[in-house]
Antibody, heavy 123, light 109 residues
Framework: QVQLVQSGAEVKKPGASVKVSCKAS????????ISWVRQAPGQGLEWMGW????????NYAQKLQGRVTMTTDTSTSTAYMELRSLRSDDTAVYYC????????????????WGQGTLVTVSS | SYELTQPPSVSVSPGQTARITCSGD??????AYWYQQKSGQAPVLVIY???KRPSGIPERFSGSSSGTMATLTISGAQVEDEADYYC????????????FGGGTKLTVL
């Protein structure tokens, strides 16, 4: 069965960086993309970006350009999301999701989601 | 930046039909997807490509799209359908970003 298992909760100080992992199993990792979505406390869902697990191509949300980097390790079927220069409004639950879009220009469904990783930014 | 607009809340009695709308200028050209999120849980895909239902999703969930509005319909809503619902789509102007609607809290009581 398809599973996405994310790393554990993090507490970071403003200005620091955080790297969240998402280990996939139960499917051919390189046949799909991975999207990252975050949700601030009591707020809605925010799409952060997408990465192709096949070739590493990325598509980031404009508001996060320059602060976010998404990567994959095909040897371990793991995706990573690094967010830098953290601010208090980056406090959120971060989700990875399997994305049927396989190219930058392809928009498709997110059908399996990780359990979420709480990142708290506080001094 | 592109936006999808949803009503903040919808309320129905059990057994009634709930309709949740999502408005966006690019919806005539781009598919809408719908996600259900119960409190403290990850989102679940309930409708893809405007009107298709993933396996395991009850038949009471259906979707449609006309012009600049997509609609999620829950026919005979159950108490367990109480959740937040989000539409998801993308712009058609060449901007490759994806967006979620603001979410609609469905209350069934």
């Amino acid at each position: 069965q398809v599973q996405l298992v994310q790393s554990g909760a993090e507490v970071k100080k403003p200005g620091a960086s955080v790297k969240v992992s998402c280990k996939a199993s139960g499917y051919t990792f390189t046949s799909y993309g991975i999207s990252w979505v975050r949700q601030a406390p009591g707020q809605g869902l925010e799409w952060m970006g997408w990465i192709s697990a096949y070739n590493g191509n990325t598509n980031y949300a404009q508001k996060l350009q320059g602060r976010v980097t998404m990567t994959t390790d095909t040897s371990t079927s793991t995706a990573y999301m690094e967010l830098r220069s953290l601010r208090s409004d980056d406090t959120a639950v971060y989700y990875c999701a399997r994305d049927w879009g396989t190219q930058v220009t392809t928009f498709d469904r997110l059908d399996y989601w990780g359990q979420g990783t709480l990142v708290t930014v506080s001094s | 930046s592109y936006e999808l607009t949803q009503p903040p809340s919808v309320s129905v009695s059990p057994g009634q039909t709930a309709r949740i709308t999502c408005s966006g200028d690019a919806l005539p050209k781009k598919y809408a997807y719908w996600y259900q999120q119960k409190s403290g849980q990850a989102p679940v895909l309930v409708i893809y490509e405007d009107s298709k239902r993933p396996s395991g999703i009850p038949e009471r969930f259906s979707g449609s799209s006309s012009g600049t509005m997509a609609t999620l319909t829950i026919s005979g809503a159950q108490v367990e359908d109480e959740a937040d619902y989000y539409c998801y789509s993308t712009d058609s102007s060449g901007n490759l970003g994806r967006v979620f609607g603001g979410g609609t809290k469905l209350t069934v009581l």
